[in-house]
């Protein structure tokens, strides 16, 4: 396919071994119960506001990709895209390679696993994710996230996890995370060391080791967190 729209407000298509080029801007919009597998999407804003579609080990090069879409599932491949998902419902990831910048925001309702995520500003006001079993490498992770859940994640990058209600890290591992927790509402266990930690507003934060706390007394919100390191006697509070 080398033209632009080609499959607007398409019902019940199948797409095996399909080629979409770079100037096949636009394929995919307002469509419904939409399966593509083993196919190459190259084009610009490939998804938006598409109902029920599944993607199967396909190569997706799309800027601006999955836009306003709901109960999208992706199982292996790889995604490259500069702002995807943008406001999606319902979304799950399995096996999938991403890579991008500022991605899954304002997503609600999504269940991602197995995935190796390289991108940064991701999951920002997002709300009910659960992300497990993954590689999640970027800065300023999840700010103003609501109801945020990562199980045995690899946490990689600066200034993670600020400014979230109803955080939850459950045995994950963080590298190079700096002022993290940031007038967040965490409860979170981490294996390994937290670099630095800055105002969390309350919950508890257990982590091995923890080599700063920071809390400030023009703090713009009262803190009223518990951090403490595994099998050690020194308690540290944010009070």
Known sequence: MNLRYPLWHTDHAELDGVTMTQLCRAAIWYARNVFIKNSKLHGIKAWRECEAVEAIDCDIRSPEFGWKSGNITLRGGCVESE???????????????????????YVERAVIENCTLETKDAFWHSKDVTV???????????WYSENLTLINCKIIGAQPLCYCKGLKLIDCETENADLAF??????????????????????RIVADRILEVIFTEDSKYPCRCEVCERNARNFKYCV
């Open 182 to 203: 940031e007038y967040s509402e965490a409860d979170v266990t981490v294996r390994g060391e937290i670099l630095s930690i800055k105002n969390p507003k309350s919950g």
């Open 83 to 105: 702002y995807g998902f943008f406001m999606a419902r319902d979304l799950k990831l399995d096996g999938v390679s991403f890579r991008g910048k500022y991605s899954f925001q």
């Open 132 to 142: 497990k079993n993954c590689i999640v490498r970027g800065e300023y992770l999840g």
